[in-house]
């Protein structure tokens, strides 16, 4: 914006609908077109404004000579593009979107990542059950315990439990002798073999889930993980707990449910369906192209 240099945004992470007509991602409440619900968006907009108010970027906005609606956390968003890797099949309803917002579908195509050794050979051909939190929890022994413990509850399935770097597999205790636990794990090679896939709701976990056709048992733990678990359950590709009510009964009790109703892996197939026939990687570079040129054909004045 100071250099008047025309930008895009690309949002990776769930994007932020700061009109007020769906939840804003970084709350778990589910999405209703009354009054009342749109009311609470709104008081969630404005707390979320004076969240990220920072005295450093005021300073720097007013010695730039710009001039930023605080009050407003969207007024910043690019007036050329503003693009979401999330489908529009796996959002929420919402006819307020602003022009220049695009849904894309996943910005992944699944190369140029690091090779991870894996011991493929203990796979028994079980229906698999892959399980990970990400990188918040890494260390937080307890709740992998839990994951391993709740899939033990299932006789004839396999869990593959990638625990991160802060913890040795031998941690997590007594799991069953099938139990593949591993600090990292070859997450979309595994996904193609899934039947659920335990997620702390981290976007690119569950976009790479859905584009395999995979449910999911969602445990948000923070930033815009409550956002996407709620959106998992309002398209029921799967279901969810918090991470309070997170035990062993508790997680048994959802993963039965998920892989004996075919209502979940039917929806996760759906939105499937829809990511491979838009192929967000090529719609974004596209709409990038396409809003570059147009912004540079006005600024010549044709």
């Not at 240099?5 to 769906?22: E, F, K, L, R």
């Not at 404005?46 to 001039?67: C, H, P, Q, S, T």
């Not at 399935?157 to 040795?168: F, H, K, T, W």
């Not at 815009?224 to 279901?239: E, N, S, V």
């Amino acid at each position: 914006m100071k250099l008047g240099m025309p930008y895009i945004h690309a949002a990776v992470a769930m994007h932020c609908d700061y009109s007020g007509y769906t939840p804003l991602s970084i709350y778990g409440d589910p999405h209703q077109a009354t009054p009342v619900a749109i009311a609470r968006n709104r008081q969630g907009v404005v707390k979320f404004a004076k969240m990220i108010e920072n005295d450093g970027v005021k300073a720097y906005a007013r010695n730039a000579g710009l001039k930023i609606n605080w009050e407003d956390p969207g007024c910043t968003l690019s007036k050329i593009a503003s693009l979401s890797q999330t489908p529009r099949e796996f959002d929420f309803d919402n006819s307020h979107w602003p022009p220049q917002f695009h849904h894309t579908g996943p910005f992944h195509d699944g190369k140029g990542r690091e090779a991870v050794n894996f011991p493929w050979e203990r796979l028994t051909g079980e229906p698999l059950i892959y399980a990970s939190m990400g990188t918040i929890l890494n260390g937080q022994v307890e709740v992998f315990r839990t994951l391993a413990a709740g899939v033990a509850k299932h006789k004839g399935v396999q869990l593959v439990l990638s625990i991160g770097d802060q913890l040795e597999p031998e941690q997590i205790g007594p799991v069953p002798s099938s139990a593949i636990i591993v600090k990292r794990a070859p997450q979309l090679e595994l996904l193609k073999l899934a039947s659920v896939c335990i997620t702390h709701s981290g976007l690119n976990t569950v976009l790479e889930s859905l584009a395999q056709g995979v449910p999911q048992v969602a445990i948000p733990v923070t930033f815009d993980q409550p956002g996407i678990a709620a959106r998992i359950a309002c398209h029921k590709t799967g279901l969810v707990s918090s991470l309070e009510k997170l035990t062993v009964a508790h997680l048994a009790t959802l993963l039965g449910e998920v892989l004996s109703d075919p209502t979940y892996g039917d929806n996760a197939r759906r939105i499937q369906k829809a990511i491979v026939k838009t192929n967000g990687l090529s719609l974004a570079a596209d709409l990038v192209e396409q809003s570059l040129e147009t912004t540079v054909m006005a600024s010549a004045g044709r």
